[in-house]
């Protein structure tokens, strides 16, 4: 990790972090932590933090999507607490788990590709297990 990467994911902390947490407060009705695995975001050069914006889009969209009504937010209160994004340089590592309050998304956005779960199919794995 280089410098521009290490200025671009304090901007990141510091700036988008706590918005995109109170977006998501505003949502749900409650406060949901996002945990980022940094060093995966800034193993490779500044191109995964770039693309970190397309990511929180997708978690509000399903947040949002989950917490339409109020059966939806006590649904989602009781089963998540934290959200955890890693990023891998490897397209078969991408996949979502939602384990003991947490959803653990792994995302590749190394590379000229780009994998991620889309709002939809967040929400459709959620909303099976609530």
Do not use: H
Not at 6 to 21: D, G
């Amino acid at each position: 990790m280089g410098l521009a990467e290490k200025r671009l994911a304090e901007s990141i902390k510091v700036e988008k972090l706590p918005a995109f947490e109170a977006k998501l407060k505003e949502r749900a009705g409650y406060d949901i932590k996002v945990d980022i695995d940094w060093n995966t975001f800034t193993a490779y050069d500044e191109y995964p933090l770039s693309r970190l914006d397309i990511v929180f889009d997708d978690v509000e969209s399903f947040v949002k999507k989950i917490c339409s009504d109020d059966m939806g937010k006590e649904a989602l209160k009781d089963k998540l607490s934290t959200i955890r994004l890693t990023n891998s340089e490897n397209n078969d590592d991408v996949k979502m788990e939602l384990k003991d309050d947490t959803l653990f998304l792994t995302v590749q956005l190394v590379q000229s590709s780009f994998n991620s779960q889309t709002d939809s199919q967040i929400a459709n794995y959620v909303e099976t297990l609530l």
